[in-house]
């Protein structure tokens, strides 16, 4: 599957549009936000986003280098940082907006490695399962028509946990699509109303390239400062930090 071949992807800058839904501690209405963002990916493991937010233009960002990862996000009602080090992480957690999760839409690191893996058919899908022991915990769907990814299934106890959906392919190299339109649920127990939903529909996806300055700028992770929760991540934990 050409997506999970990260090593033959160039870096990306993109520029978009996101719908965001999510839910503020205490509050049963979701909180519904839509802002521009930028993106800028080199991959395998790099990623920085940043969301503009009522003219703030780092409102919401979000990265991953080969060590660690983090989401920020300003809006008061909320005003939370998360972080962690992906040693010490067992599954994608419950971010609100995941760089893994966002890392394999884009079609890098789908597939680590041909163990744990089998085939099926379901309708026009060609399903790929990875198992950890008799567990399965995530399911990839692939388009009979095209062999482009359209579903990715992240499994908890056999119920989803997040579903990614992809659509509107662009092709940016030969050989190599990415989504324009990509939607991640964060699903509740019974998978309704109150899963968080975000949603980008990107309008510029280009190839650039990153100098060791630019590098080091994007996908360093920034200290929490301003923030009215910092939370650390080990595990499946969520550890709130003191200030």
């Known amino acids: 599957i050409q997506r999970s071949r990260s090593e033959d992807i160039a870096p990306l800058r993109v520029n978009g549009q996101c719908h965001l839904q999510y839910y503020v501690e205490d509050n049963n209405k979701p909180r519904v936000e839509n802002f521009l963002v930028k993106l800028w990916v080199n991959p395998p493991t790099e990623i920085y986003l940043q969301g503009d937010v009522a003219f703030d233009a780092k409102a919401i960002t979000l990265g991953s280098n080969e060590d660690e990862f983090w989401l920020s996000m300003k809006p008061k009602e909320i005003s939370s940082y998360w972080w962690g080090k ?31 893996w089998s085939l099926s058919k379901e309708g026009d899908f060609d399903v790929l399962t990875k198992q950890e022991g008799q567990a399965e915990i995530k399911k990839i769907y692939i388009s009979n028509c095209d062999y482009l990814i359209r579903k990715i299934e992240y499994l908890d106890e056999g119920r989803p946990a997040a ?60 200290q929490p400062q301003g923030f009215k929760h910092i939370y650390k991540i080990v595990g499946d934990s969520i550890v709130e930090q003191p200030q």
Do not use: H
């Open 86 to 116: 992906w040693p010490d992480k067992t599954s994608f957690g419950k971010l609100t907006v995941s760089p893994e999760l966002l890392l394999e839409a884009l079609g890098i690191t789908a597939i680590d490695s041909e163990e744990n």
């Open 163 to 222: 579903v990614t959906e992809l659509d509107e392919y662009e092709e940016v190299l030969k050989g190599f699509f990415v989504p324009g339109v990509i939607k991640i649920t964060n699903c509740t127990d019974d998978g309704g109303k109150d899963s968080e939903r975000i949603t980008f529909n990107l309008k510029s996806i280009k190839t650039t390239s990153f100098t060791e300055v630019q590098r080091k700028v994007l996908f360093s992770r920034p």
